[in-house]
């Protein structure tokens, strides 16, 4: 220990001496103030105020976009493409020059290639570049908006944070203008559920602004501006007020005893009520319950996982289920253990049982594991069959769509057919 102590404090002197550069490197790290130091918090959080401010000041205003639309369609450079207005680089330089000092980032000759096709003249449509413009500007006003919420000030959202500003935007949105306020609370954990389930793979609670804005979920969200959306646009958008009623409705339809909470035998009673009694015990072992019984947000999760079967995410939730030995992989152990809950099943409604083996062998076949015997979750990904995969151990109405799959299609095929005819 001698030894080492004086070898280590001469190699430690040497290395200071040869390296004094090493006082030159800027401070890059800064302790975040304790929960008592009070002063300090709320400098933070003033300071990081007046920077947002300063950042949103920086953005367009709506009179200088319009100012901008003026100035590129008087610099069009003719031809016109049909009815759209083009512009070459000379020109777009000319009104850069023009728009201002705000306007100086857009007009780039990185900006211009980005968005040079095809055009025989080399020029850029007009409209795809104001587009391109007021996307930016839109991407920066809303990270300001949810930096607003950022608590902490480390660039993420906490869940406390992301229902204080789906909340608050609740009254932006024309489209849940019907919403009465009592419902306010289920609607806000149910648009959060969809952002953390996607977003928070890890469960830790959070989840990176900069993920916010990369995800599509924000626009759909903010769809609900539209005063004249479509019925067809609100079914499929999971945010919107019909499609938050559905969820929720179906969560009361299926609590039976009106306590508020699901047991496995009302759970089972989901969709076609023919998933298995094997899954839904795993489901109740795997997922967060209170004395047995199953939340609202656990339940939003269990049908983000369901509805969305092809997505990574909720083939993450799946595969956490199926994986019953915890080994991050599925064998012939774990598949048998499951499929032998839909020959159960199968038996119970007067069918034929099909052969394990068979199946077995069509879902090694489907997914091609790295490793012939054992089917991890990133095989399952890449396959890109795992809700094919998932929905025949999980579901016997799944399973026997897939195995009637031939004479579906052709009996689709018989009808449209007929119609044709008629």
């Known amino acids: 220990m001698d030894l080492f102590t004086k070898y280590y404090s001469e190699w430690k002197g040497d290395r200071k001496n040869t390296n004094e550069f090493y006082k030159t490197i800027p401070r890059f790290y800064y302790r975040l103030p304790a929960e008592d130091e009070v002063l300090l918090q709320k400098l933070r959080e003033e300071s990081r105020a007046v920077f947002l401010q300063r950042k949103s000041r920086e953005l367009l205003d709506n009179e200088e976009l319009q100012n901008l639309w003026f100035l590129l369609d008087k610099h069009q450079t003719p031809p016109m493409i049909g009815e759209e207005a083009m512009i070459n680089y000379e020109n777009f330089l000319k009104v850069g020059e023009k728009a201002g000092p705000k306007c100086k980032q857009f007009f780039t000759a990185k900006v211009f290639a980005k968005l040079l096709h095809t055009d025989s003249y ?44 789906i909340l608050e935007l609740i009254p932006t949105l024309p489209q849940l203008d019907g919403l009465e306020k009592s419902f306010y609370s289920f609607y806000v954990c149910t648009a959060v559920r969809k952002f953390f389930f996607f977003l928070d793979p890890l469960r830790t609670g959070k989840i990176k602004i900069q993920d916010i804005l990369a995800c599509s979920f924000l626009d759909d969200l903010l769809e609900l501006r539209d005063e004249e959306l479509s019925k067809e646009s609100q079914e499929t958008n999971w945010f919107s007020a019909p499609s938050a009623l559905r969820v929720y409705g179906q969560y009361l339809n299926l ?83 499951f499929f032998r809950a839909i020959q159960e099943l199968m038996k119970i409604h007067g069918q034929d049982p099909v052969s394990f083996q068979d199946v077995k062998d069509e879902i090694f076949d489907m997914v091609k594991p790295k490793d012939p015997l054992k089917i991890s979750l990133q095989d399952l990904i890449n396959s890109n069959q795992g809700d094919t995969v998932t929905t025949i151990l999980i579901d016997l109405n799944g399973f026997w769509t897939y195995e009637n799959r031939e004479a579906l299609v052709a009996n689709d095929n018989e009808n449209s057919t007929d119609l044709d005819d008629t």
């Open 122 to 165: 080399g020029r850029i449509s007009i409209m795809q570049f104001f587009n391109y413009v007021m996307r930016k500007v839109w991407l920066h006003q809303t990270r300001i908006g949810l930096s607003l919420y950022d608590v902490a000030g480390q660039g993420y959202l906490r869940e406390s944070d992301l229902e204080n500003y």
């Open 255 to 337: 609590d039976k005893d009106h306590n508020g909470m699901l047991s496995k035998e009302e759970l089972s009673r989901y969709g076609t009520a023919t998933m298995t009694n094997v899954f839904l015990d795993r489901v109740f072992q795997e997922c967060l319950t209170y004395d047995g019984e199953m939340d609202y947000k656990t339940y939003l999760d269990f049908v983000l996982a369901l509805e969305n079967r092809k997505e990574p995410a909720a083939l993450q939730y799946i595969f956490k289920l199926l994986d019953i030995e915890n080994k991050g992989y599925l064998n012939v152990f774990s598949l048998n253990y």
